[in-house]
């Protein structure tokens, strides 16, 4: 089995629908083979998030609870004072995150708001973590300007295939996600580039996002494989819930199609068991968000990841 492969872009469709859809004991076995050729020590990323400016987005994106369009409840805020950033990085840190990821609910940064969003990326830098920021669209001089101030990764999700993603949001396109992608990755900023499974798509949408983000050249650096959190009030609030295996088997694909990529377990493991975000780790994720919220709803935290980390002989950074 040829494990320690050069990252392709040349998969086809039908290629990675093959590798999902082998039998589970054959997918574990390569993804693991895979992890253990390219990822020798075994170490879990961990990620720390945190909502900069929350809420009153005026996309419609049909699972997330900040859109303006939909009544979810949650209340709009203006964008956080630098202080307080900082004041949740350097926790973070101690708590043994390595990155910090600023999360903005705007369709686009606006250049009014850039030089604020700069100076939080230059002082979580100064703290010692790596930096990501997701701040929606971004115009052309943009990326250049996050680059300099120490931007490490830009998080820009394609979701889902090209053929569903109509279904999921109507104020922007498939074609807008990638150009945006393409700005960052011009500036020599690191892509976090994944998506959303238990949306209401099929297998083939999970095989056709993993087919679209295999094709861009490098692939993203982080997949980010989120498990949709249903949010009461928006268009997928009540959809059914997804099946754990189909999770580790998009993980084992992601895994072996990125064999580079750190592939984060992210949103949804506040609705798993430990057994089934243990078999993620298992199938090939090597990143999770850490932290006792994500942008605007809970996650573990530090008690339950540590036993987690602690279960599948990770070290749970204290220990
Ligand atoms: N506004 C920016 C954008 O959409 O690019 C950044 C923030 S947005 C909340 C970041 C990503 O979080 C989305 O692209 C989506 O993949 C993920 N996300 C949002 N709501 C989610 C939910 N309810 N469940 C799972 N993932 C979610
Ligand atoms: C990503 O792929 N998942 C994160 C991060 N990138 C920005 C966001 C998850 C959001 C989950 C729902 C919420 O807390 O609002
Ligand atoms: Fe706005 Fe981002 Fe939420 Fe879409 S995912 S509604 S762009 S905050």
């Given at each position: 089995?040829?494990?320690?492969?050069?990252?392709?872009?040349?998969?086809?469709?039908?290629?990675?629908?093959?590798?999902?859809?082998?039998?589970?004991?054959?997918?574990?076995?390569?993804?693991l083979?895979?992890k253990a050729?390219?990822w020798?020590d075994g170490a879990v990323?961990?990620?720390?998030?945190?909502?900069?400016?929350?809420?009153?987005?005026?996309?419609?994106?049909?699972?997330?609870?900040?859109?303006?369009?939909?009544?979810?409840?949650?209340?709009?805020?203006?964008?956080?004072?630098?202080?307080?950033?900082?004041?949740?990085?350097?926790?973070?840190?101690?708590?043994?995150?390595?990155?910090?990821?600023?999360?903005?609910?705007?369709?686009?940064?606006?250049?009014?708001?850039?030089?604020?969003?700069?100076?939080?990326?230059?002082?979580?830098?100064?703290?010692?973590?790596?930096?990501?920021?997701?701040?929606?669209?971004?115009?052309?001089?943009?990326?250049?300007?996050?680059?300099?101030?120490?931007?490490?990764?830009?998080?820009?999700?394609?979701?889902?295939?090209?053929?569903?993603?109509?279904?999921?949001?109507?104020?922007?396109?498939?074609?807008?996600?990638?150009?945006?992608?393409?700005?960052?990755?011009?500036?020599?900023?690191?892509?976090?580039?994944?998506?959303?499974?238990?949306?209401?798509?099929?297998?083939?949408?999970?095989?056709?996002?993993?087919?679209?983000?295999?094709?861009?050249?490098?692939?993203?650096?982080?997949?980010?494989?989120?498990?949709?959190?249903?949010?009461?009030?928006?268009?997928?609030?009540?959809?059914?819930?997804?099946?754990?295996?189909?999770?580790?088997?998009?993980?084992?694909?992601?895994?072996?199609?990125?064999?580079?990529?750190?592939?984060?377990?992210?949103?949804?493991?506040?609705?798993?068991?430990?057994?089934?975000?243990a078999l993620?780790l298992l199938?090939?994720?090597n990143?999770?968000?850490?932290?006792?919220?994500?942008?605007?709803?809970?996650?573990?935290?530090?008690?339950?990841?540590a036993k987690l980390l602690e279960s599948v002989g990770g070290s749970c950074?204290?220990c």
């Open positions: 089995m040829t494990t320690d492969i050069s990252p392709r872009q040349d998969w086809t469709r039908d290629e990675i629908a093959a590798v999902y859809e082998l039998p589970l004991d054959q997918l574990l076995a390569r993804a083979a895979v050729a390219n020798k990323q961990k990620s720390q998030l945190l909502s900069i400016k929350t809420g009153g987005c005026p996309e419609d994106c049909g699972y997330c609870s900040q859109s303006a369009k939909f009544d979810t409840g949650l209340k709009a805020e203006k964008l956080l004072p630098l202080d307080e950033v900082v004041e949740t990085a350097r926790r973070a840190k101690a708590n043994g995150a390595d990155r910090f990821c600023m999360g903005a609910a705007w369709r686009s940064l606006k250049d009014r708001d850039l030089p604020k969003v700069a100076e939080m990326i230059s002082a979580v830098k100064a703290e010692g973590l790596e930096t990501c920021v997701t701040l929606g669209m971004l115009e052309e001089g943009q990326a250049e300007a996050l680059k300099a101030a120490g931007l490490d990764y830009y998080n820009h999700n394609l979701d889902t295939s090209r053929e569903y993603y109509g279904d999921v949001v109507s104020t922007r396109t498939y074609d807008d996600r990638l150009e945006t992608l393409g700005r960052a990755r011009m500036a020599g900023i690191k892509l976090c580039c994944g998506g959303i499974l238990g949306m209401g798509e099929s297998r083939a949408d999970r095989v056709g996002l993993i087919h679209e983000l295999s094709k861009l050249t490098p692939h993203p650096e982080s997949v980010p494989v989120n498990k949709l959190v249903p949010i009461k009030g928006t268009p997928l609030g009540n959809s059914a819930e997804l099946d754990t295996l189909e999770l580790v088997r998009a993980i084992a694909a992601c895994r072996i199609v990125f064999p580079k990529s750190w592939v984060r377990l992210s949103a949804g493991r506040e609705s798993m068991s430990p057994e089934g975000q993620c199938a090939g994720a990143s999770i968000f850490v932290g006792d919220r994500l942008l605007t709803t809970p996650n573990p935290g530090m008690d339950k990841d950074g204290e």
